[in-house]
């Protein structure tokens, strides 16, 4: 596999996306983060450059794979001036895993094109050990003939291709992973108010969750959080503060679509509760602290263990 991969934004998915590519036959060939530590340490690991200008990571690498936090480190690091991916970026292809604003995606398309690159919007609806074992399920928005060229390299991301699905043109892979996460969301808060209330009322909560598993009441959130929520191991795949991150996101596709999502609008309200009180770095399922009794921010911290197979 003769493709060099660079790799911004080395955080859990991030470095494990890197660790699945290596892993592979592929050359990674340079790292960055604005943590130049976690950098370091990744390439250390990996025996590639831990690069400290964006610019260096484009040099290089064929293709770049991008995995930030927001819009705001999204518009950074593909910045028109100054340090960023677009400086002599012609010929070279980005990937782009970050849930962010649709628009977003859009204009980065629009900037690397305009610099002789290609961007496709890769949009995982997975964690991180999916990334690590090269199954994460990804949603492509883009130029369909950019798929074409980054489909072999992307299925070794997504179970040979099993779980690769292209959604369409630019921000519509990222429309549909706000839904994706949306929803999760929701269904994780419904969840942890339906725990909560079976706690307080003195319900045998392993005959709850046993129950709720039968029964309409089921969702792929109770196998990853509930016993999570139970047992307060909250130990971070996905945080809460990312969590009201995305729901804020698909709140304004709604205003756009001029839609009312009340409980949209209620479990991003949990989770930006979640962040003002401190517990952001928590896993999503830290929304139980907010609803069963004697928890909190000021209660019992919620435990730390070691993070297990979700």
Do not use: W
């Not at 610099?115 to 690590?132: F, H, P, T």
């Not at 070794?156 to 292209?166: F, Q, R, T």
Request: hydrophobic share 45%.
């Amino acid at each position: 596999m003769s493709q060099k991969i660079g790799i911004v934004g080395v955080g859990r998915m991030g470095a494990n996306m890197a660790r699945r590519l290596k892993e592979v036959g592929y050359t990674v060939s340079a790292v960055y983060d604005v943590r130049t530590a976690a950098a370091k340490d990744l390439a250390k690991e990996l025996g590639c450059e831990a690069a400290t200008k964006l610019a260096r990571i484009t040099e290089l690498s064929d293709v770049v794979i991008t995995v930030v936090t927001d819009d705001k480190a999204m518009e950074g690091i593909f910045a028109k001036k100054g340090d960023s991916l677009l400086t002599g970026a012609t010929g070279r292809l980005f990937i782009n895993c970050a849930t962010i604003s649709p628009a977003v995606h859009v204009d980065v398309e629009k900037r690397a094109e305009a610099a002789g690159a290609r961007s496709l919007e890769a949009c995982m609806a997975s964690s991180i050990n999916q990334a690590l074992q090269g199954t994460l399920y990804l949603m492509i928005g883009g130029r369909p003939e950019v798929f074409n060229r980054a489909k072999e390299l992307l299925s070794k991301l997504s179970k040979d291709g099993e779980l690769l699905k292209y959604i369409g043109t630019a921000g519509k892979a990222a429309q549909l992973k706000a839904l994706v996460n949306m929803v999760m969301n929701i269904n994780t808060a419904g969840l942890a108010e339906g725990l909560g209330l079976a706690d307080a009322l003195g319900l045998d909560l392993k005959i709850v969750m046993d129950v709720f598993s039968q029964t309409g009441a089921n969702s792929r959130v109770l196998v990853t959080d509930g016993e999570d929520m139970v047992n307060r191991d909250h130990s971070c795949f996905f945080s809460a503060s990312h969590a009201a991150k995305d729901s804020g996101i698909a709140l304004r596709l709604s205003q756009q679509a001029k839609l009312n999502l009340p409980l949209a609008k209620a479990t991003y309200g949990q989770y930006s509760k979640m962040t003002k009180l401190g517990l952001g770095e928590l896993d999503k399922s830290g929304i139980a602290e907010l609803t069963f009794k004697g928890r909190g921010a000021k209660k019992k911290a919620a435990k730390a263990k070691k993070p297990k197979k979700k």
